[in-house]
């Protein structure tokens, strides 16, 4: 699958306070998840899943394009199922039904309920498929009773990270079975313990040899996983480094080029492009707003002309944001 390179951003959120928010926390679109879903009252939803569920045509007619959020992307989740035809529960499973669930920031809660039903329908055979379809409704019931867990201030100490952490657990063991809640979740949990062990190593004075040796107890996938997370933040700060010391635009194709790929490295340069005109084209709008304002014109003919150079300069979508960093001071030579 291709991912947009707006993916390569995501990651960034996580690389501060050793990505409390991504390991603690149920993932951003998670939150996304749980708040559109409790738009509507839980017993509606859980309606609206039973009456597609007793529906064969809604699950077997073909759903339209993804929207565009989604599109040419795919969850890449081949279901499995044993010898007597009963579902092989994974964390694939969860993987597929939230693919469909951050739909619901473009969809409604019917259509993507529809879309993760016709996916099981074309994939599994009884028993496997009614099997999935419970625990389908159970993700969901699960995913509403993560609302009721209080927030968690920006700030929260490690208590009450643990007693979050501790909290997820007892949710997820109010709806799934142990041995679900580790096919499904063994991936997180071990990234939230590890996490407090972190922490709590960092609260008693660990020092950089030891935290290191912390994240050597992680299985492989996930040291992994934490290396593609904090690449972003990390190659960022190398470019930065690279360019204050006057590096070239080959230079820093290379080093991206080096970590991420010959195609990301030329989506960035692309992106960097677009950054020097835009940069450009508002160095230019302030020498002449500039000029404009020693002219000595009367203010109604001075704002005339103001509107005619904005007008000149930048496109109508453009110019919000414009005046906006004019207003804050911030464009450039100011």
């Keep these: 699958m291709r991912q947009p390179y707006y993916y390569l951003l995501l990651p960034l959120a996580a690389c501060s306070g050793f990505a409390l928010l991504w390991a603690v926390l149920p993932a ?13 009252p839980a017993t509606e939803l859980r309606q609206i899943n039973q009456r597609i569920q007793a529906d064969a045509r809604l699950q077997q007619s073909v ?3 993804l929207p565009a959020g989604l599109a040419g992307a795919s969850h890449g989740v081949q279901l499995v199922t044993d010898a007597q035809g009963h579902l092989h529960v994974d964390e694939g499973l969860l993987r597929l039904f939230e693919f469909y669930l951050l739909a619901l920031q473009d969809e409604s809660v019917a259509q993507v309920l529809a879309r993760i039903h016709h996916e099981l329908t074309s994939q599994l055979q009884q028993p496997a498929l009614n099997q999935a379809r419970e625990l389908l409704q159970r993700y969901i019931d699960y995913r509403l009773a993560l609302q009721t867990l209080p927030a968690l201030a920006e700030t929260a100490d490690l208590p009450a990270l ?3 952490a501790e909290a997820l657990q007892g949710l997820r063991e109010r709806y799934f079975s142990q041995s679900e809640v580790q096919a499904l979740f063994a991936r997180d949990q071990a990234e939230e ?11 008693v004075g660990a020092s950089p040899a030891e935290l290191a040796a ?4 992680l299985p492989d996938d996930l040291r992994e996983a ?3 997370a904090t690449l972003p933040g990390e190659l960022y700060a190398q470019v930065s480094d690279l360019r204050s010391q006057g590096a070239s635009d080959e ?5 991206r080029a080096q970590a991420l790929g010959t195609e990301a490295a030329d989506e960035l340069a692309k992106l960097d492009a677009q950054r020097a005109h835009w940069q450009t084209r508002l160095r230019d709008f302030t020498r002449e707003r500039l000029q404009l304002d020693q002219a000595g014109l009367a203010e109604e003919d001075r704002q005339a002309e103001y509107q005619a150079l904005l007008s000149r300069h930048f496109a109508e979508h453009e110019r919000v944001r414009v005046q906006a960093l004019s207003e804050a001071g911030l464009l450039p030579g100011e």
């Design 251 to 255: 230079q820093v194709y290379q080093l």
């Design 28 to 40: 951003p679109q998670h939150r996304m998840i749980e708040h559109r879903a409790t738009e509507m």
């Design 226 to 228: 934490r290396r593609q």
């Design 193 to 203: 313990q590890h996490v407090l062990r972190h922490l709590q190593a960092q609260a």
């Design 214 to 217: 912390l994240d050597e107890q």
């Design 162 to 164: 643990q007693a979050r």
């Design 63 to 65: 759903p339209p394009a």
